[in-house]
């Protein structure tokens, strides 16, 4: 934490206050940032008119800081770029802490600039006034009390390596949000438009005219010699292999790196949904498993093919019954691939982190198992893993060819087939996540997925699409549950003005369906399961599209709803599809399909 005394003087010079911000901003900018999202307040003026004076920024006004929240984070984890966030002080900043919280766990670049009361103000009862030093504790990466803004040269270089610095922060392993706290004087009204420059620093610039202010490199994601030996030798050793890929963010080099060295070591290659792997120009060759989660909910196959060695890279899968059946047979070896440090184990088995850029350290370890004269390997544990999961989707697709009522199951199928290449599926967590985990199978055909898998919340769901969205990387769908959408109808009207658009497909099973899955479900009203877990709401979503300027479509039945997504959707305007869902019969439904995908798997 930094934190810096207050000025002896009260007074703020209004020109120095626009250089300072000028040259901060100017230089977030050359950094590479693009998008600042803004909701109202007087404190934050200073922020905001310099912001604005920056060409390069694209200044989004967003009413509410909550959704704010999260439309950033949806934007900056599909730009791969830090967004940043400005609002005034008091409670304001505190409606950003669940976005600042998925941000964080997730690794998601924000910078969050909160306007503040000057030190002489604060605890005197000054009106939309709180603590907010440290005001995210340990979820932000950096946290700065900035200075109140003064004038000269010094004070506009400080303010350009601050804004370097915060950037580098924000980007670099892990990634993570910023909170820069800005202390402002009245008055606020901005004034004039600077027009900072480099000229103007007063100072010779030693070459430095052009570009960030402060440039800094990237951290190095290549393996040790030591390392990747030690690794080359337990792959030898480890003919019953699994690498288990969690949500990694889309990278088409690193998808096929990790597909290559799956292949080389003869390891099946489980893909999380939110790991890119399950989808994409790779799957033809490489040992992808689709539905291993169903497989593994019989214990006799879970038993039977078990690894020895377990290579993990991304974050924790969503699979319960994967890290179940890991921790009932423990892995001889689990190697933890953890570029940034985070250590994402909850079952506590890693017997080595790697500290590397997945990417790189598959290229390298593929590239020595190659130069050791080993050919790819052809093992019955690869092959025993792939016939299984074949003879899964078989089953699967045969028993949801002809269906016609509206179950979750198929209705994801459908989703994703109905997708482009270019599309974007954005997932709530619940339920569809774990729709998409069982039911999703694999194909060549790319597909870039995101959902809040840090914390793993359904908060800012509608929000974070909308970002998604708004980066303009192509047409985007989010697939969500009814309680998630509840959770953020305020998250539809940002969709509104987006030259993409968006499509929500709304699976309504009227509750939280998922509790209906968990053991809790069978006490009854001896624990209010209706009441307090359930959660019926009794809504009529339609009231939804006039309320939102959307286009409202309820689909009666499972061809109604291929039909609705094949038609094209991608323009401006929010497009909202209901799918009720019959909760009883949805719960049967996947419990049938997932006894028969694992019935027929452990077939042989």
Not at 158 to 170: F, G, H, I, P, S
Not at 544 to 569: N, Q, S, Y
Not at 586 to 604: Q, T
């Amino acid at each position: 934490m930094a934190t810096h005394p207050p000025d002896d003087g009260f007074e703020a010079r209004p020109d120095e206050v626009r250089d300072f911000l000028a040259a901060f901003f100017e230089e977030l900018a050359l950094s590479g940032v693009r998008e600042v999202c803004i909701s109202p307040g007087s404190r934050s003026t200073p922020l905001v008119v310099a912001a604005q004076g920056i060409s390069e920024l694209r200044c989004r006004p967003i009413l509410d800081e909550r959704s704010a929240g999260f439309f950033a984070l949806g934007l900056a984890r599909q730009s791969g770029r830090p967004v940043v966030l400005i609002c005034t002080s008091g409670t304001a900043a505190a409606n950003y802490w669940p976005a600042v919280v998925e941000a964080h766990t997730a690794r998601v670049p924000l910078l969050l600039l909160t306007a503040d009361r000057p030190p002489e103000l604060r605890d005197w009862g000054a009106g939309q006034t709180i603590d907010q030093l440290g005001l995210y504790g340990s979820y932000v990466r950096r946290f700065v009390e900035v200075p109140v803004p003064v004038g000269g040269a010094r004070a506009r270089g400080y303010a350009r390596t601050l804004a370097c610095r915060a950037v580098a922060e924000a980007r670099g392993r892990p990634a993570g949000p910023v909170h820069l706290n800005w202390p402002l004087r009245e008055p606020l009204d901005g004034g004039a438009q600077p027009t900072p420059a480099r000229e103007t620093e007063g100072r010779p610039l030693r070459g430095r005219s052009r570009g960030a202010w402060t440039t800094v490199s990237p951290p190095s994601g290549e393996p040790s010699a030591a390392e990747r030996a030690a690794l080359l030798e337990i792959a030898r050793q480890g003919e019953r292999g699994l690498v288990i890929c969690g949500p990694l963010p889309p990278d088409a080099e690193t998808s096929a790196a990790i597909a290559d060295l799956a292949r080389l070591l003869g390891w099946p290659l489980w893909a999380d949904p939110l790991s890119q792997l399950r989808r994409g120009p790779h799957v033809p060759t490489a040992p992808v498993l689709a539905h291993g989660d169903l497989l593994l909910r019989d214990a006799e196959f879970a038993e039977a093919w078990a690894p020895d060695v377990v290579l993990r890279i991304g974050d924790a899968p969503v699979s319960k019954a994967l890290r179940l059946a890991l921790e009932a047979r423990p892995p001889e070896h689990w190697i933890l691939v953890d570029p940034d440090r985070v250590w994402h184990d909850p079952s506590h088995l890693a017997s080595r982190v790697v500290v590397a850029d997945p990417g790189c350290l598959c290229r390298a370890l593929a590239e020595d198992w190659r130069e050791a004269g080993l050919s790819e390997r052809q093992g019955d544990y690869r092959a025993g893993w792939l016939a299984a999961d074949a003879r899964a989707a078989d089953a699967l697709e045969n028993a949801l060819a002809g269906e016609t009522e509206l179950y979750e199951p198929g209705a994801v199928r459908d989703v994703v087939r109905a997708l482009a290449p270019d599309a974007t599926l954005y997932v709530s967590n619940s339920m569809p996540i774990r729709d998409l985990d069982a039911f999703m199978p694999r194909g060549a055909r790319p597909l870039r997925l995101h959902g809040h898998r840090g914390a793993s919340g359904i908060d800012g769901l509608v929000s974070g699409a909308a970002g998604a969205a708004a980066a303009d990387c192509g047409p985007v769908l989010l697939l969500t549950g009814d309680l998630a959408l509840l959770h953020d109808v305020g998250g539809l009207r940002l969709a509104q003005s987006l030259p993409q658009g968006l499509t929500i497909v709304v699976l309504n099973n009227d509750g939280g369906g998922i509790f209906s899955f968990l053991p809790v479900a069978e006490r009854g009203e001896a624990v209010g399961f209706e009441t307090f877990f359930r959660t019926p709401h009794g809504l009529d979503l339609a009231h939804l599209g006039p309320l939102h300027d959307a286009e409202f479509t309820r689909v009666r039945d499972a061809d109604e709803l291929r039909e609705r997504l094949a038609r094209p959707w991608t323009g401006p305007g929010l497009r909202l599809i209901e799918v009720p869902v019959d909760r009883d019969g949805n719960v049967k439904h996947f419990r049938e399909l997932a006894a028969l995908a694992a019935s027929a798997g452990g077939a042989a």
